[in-house]
């Protein structure tokens, strides 16, 4: 068995980090995550989307959103509609966001750069990668937390009662503990697999974590004697204009918890085998599942609450409830299985959610030394260093500034999808996303794209006033913080209207010298994935070109008959 060597000099250190191989050189525009994915990894069917989209709606942040909904005043139905109006949103906004990595086979960083400039898309790769990295950490608590409730089933009090030796300004117990760094471990090997082969972990999912959903929420159903829904309704209903400000919070707050898996699309889509893959099965897969989950959480919390005498919003605690109620075989078995199924819903957010996207993200930040994989293991590393169970009890201020999320990743979402529909047309020159020389199609302004740059920040501007008075209520007026309250719909609002209005009168070029009439006609440079007559493959590896004439593509470079179903892996000869 032959263990490799561990590198000793710093030449070796530098082959070991580096992602070229022996034939291809990786540079700060290319290596092989981010070449377009080639045919043998496009390994995702529309039942893969559908089914991570399935098993993540099932997690613990999904099952509590309720809570923040009857907070600000709304009752059950209200809460639902707002819910339902949000996911139908949640759900276009998908569609549309994964049609280019569906269509070009590219993610969201390479997506970026025809988009926000060759320089100018480093930006916005960066705001997704560092959130990314906070939320791996909390989600990593959450788990743990569900993972202590399994334990406990299985080890009775020798776990519930376990000593605790730290002090209590580390603002964790010793059980609690144990339980973060046993969870992070079995996170550990699915960060070490490729996005185009994790699809069997989101297919398990699906089925478990509906399954487990539904048994907590009959379970709850029939203690309490049907859903006592009156019982968690708010004390004095809101009618007029306070009520439609509360549902428009109530819809933020659903866009909100959604809002990482939506600018994630096109890390996802990219590997469909075909576009339809990414389309309305997958949108209706996001509606059903998200409305279902807020159902259940609402209902079973209501179920309940008359006879525990407290509403029980998060999943962990009404499981330790049950167990302190009704200790006993039954019990632990249910909740065993129970938790085992929450668990698994934490652990596919933590992977499809925050580990895939930071991996592309700093792919595309340093592609020289991460792959995907790398980024993902990273990503885990580096999530321990916020400690996160300190920021959940001691950092409000922070949390704050998190929840702020929205008013810079919305218009983000909203700028991409007028781009792309709107202003190309659907029409994007693969070669181009790897040519960062001066006058190239997406250099723009010195790499920058002036025109999106200032549509985002109109747009996060709207948000910004709010954003101080969440710290300092007494600075700003309640426009402001009504603003800030729906900051999602707004923000996302106001930066598709400013960006189409600035495509309309001040066009720019979408298409390389000699193909504007090509590029009027919609997605037509994607019938030969981004390419166009005589253009370079943009290459990693060899991979299969098949050609739909009789003759075969010689060369490197293509025919405007070709039909290219493969995907290329090599620096490209386009100025890289």
């Not at 990786?26 to 098993?55: E, H, V």
């Not at 590219?106 to 750069?113: F, T």
């Not at 709107?422 to 020159?429: D, V």
Request: proline share 5%.
């Amino acid at each position: 068995m032959n263990l490799p060597k561990i590198p000793r000099s710093k030449a070796q250190w530098k082959d070991a980090l580096s992602t070229s191989n022996s034939s291809n050189e990786a540079s700060q525009w290319i290596n092989k995550d981010l070449a377009p994915t080639p045919q043998s990894s496009r390994t995702w069917s529309w039942i893969s989307l559908s089914s991570y989209w399935w098993g993540n709606a099932f997690n613990a942040s999904q099952w509590s959103n309720g809570a923040s909904l009857i907070s600000v005043g709304l009752n059950w139905w209200q809460a639902l509609i707002s819910c339902m109006l949000a996911n139908v949103i949640s759900s276009s906004v998908a569609l549309a966001l994964g049609r280019p990595g569906a269509k070009y086979h590219i993610g969201y960083p390479v997506l970026a750069r025809s988009v926000f400039g060759m320089y100018g898309h480093f930006f916005f790769v960066w705001i997704r990668a560092v959130v990314a990295i906070v939320w791996f950490g909390v989600q990593t608590y959450f788990g743990s937390q569900l993972l202590g409730v399994l334990l406990r089933c299985i080890f009775g009090d020798s776990w519930w009662l376990m000593p605790n030796h730290l002090p209590e300004s580390a603002g964790i117990t010793s059980r609690d503990l144990v339980a973060f760094f046993l969870f992070w471990i079995i996170e550990l090997p699915f960060q070490l697999v490729h996005p185009s082969k994790i699809k069997v972990l989101f297919a398990a999912e699906s089925i478990i974590c509906p399954v487990a959903c539904i048994g907590v929420f009959a379970w709850c159903i029939q203690y309490g004697g049907g859903i006592q829904i009156d019982t968690i309704a708010s004390a004095a209903p809101l009618t007029g204009g306070s009520l439609g400000w509360a549902m428009l919070n109530g819809i933020n707050s659903c866009l909100g918890v959604t809002s990482a898996l939506l600018v994630n699309q096109p890390d996802l889509t990219r590997y469909t085998r075909r576009p339809s893959d990414a389309g309305w099965r997958q949108a209706s897969s996001i509606f059903a599942s998200k409305t279902l989950i807020f159902f259940f959480g609402i209902g079973a919390t209501a179920a309940v609450q008359g006879k525990f005498g407290e509403a029980y919003w998060n999943q962990w605690d009404l499981l330790n409830a049950i167990l302190d109620r009704f200790w006993g075989p039954a019990a632990r078995a249910g909740c065993f299985f129970a938790s085992f199924g929450f668990a698994l819903s934490v652990l596919g957010v933590n992977i499809g959610c925050n580990a895939i996207p930071f991996g592309a993200d700093v792919t595309g930040l340093l592609p020289r030394i991460f792959t995907i994989v790398r980024g993902q293991v990273f990503c885990g590393v580096v999530s321990l260093a916020i400690v996160p169970w300190k920021l959940l009890t001691d950092g409000s201020g922070f949390l704050t500034f998190l929840g702020s999320y929205n008013i810079f990743i919305a218009p983000i979402c909203g700028i991409i999808i007028v781009d792309y529909f709107f202003i190309k047309r659907g029409n994007i020159h693969v070669p181009s996303l790897f040519n960062p020389q001066p006058g190239s199609l997406y250099y723009y302004v010195k790499g920058w794209n002036l025109k999106t740059l200032c549509c985002w920040v109109c747009a996060v501007v709207f948000g910004i006033p709010g954003l101080v008075g969440a710290y300092h209520p007494a600075w700003v007026s309640s426009a402001a913080t009504h603003i800030y309250q729906t900051g999602w719909v707004i923000c996302f609002a106001v930066a598709t209207s400013f960006y189409f209005i600035v495509g309309r009168f001040l066009p720019g070029q979408v298409a390389p010298e000699g193909c504007s009439a090509e590029a009027k006609r919609f997605e037509h440079f994607a019938e030969t994935d981004g390419y166009l007559e005589g253009d370079s493959l943009v290459e990693f590896e060899v991979a299969e070109v098949q050609r739909g004439a009789e003759s075969t593509l010689s060369g490197r470079s293509i025919n405007s008959q070709d039909r290219v179903d493969g995907i290329f892996e090599k620096s490209p000869s386009v100025g890289v």
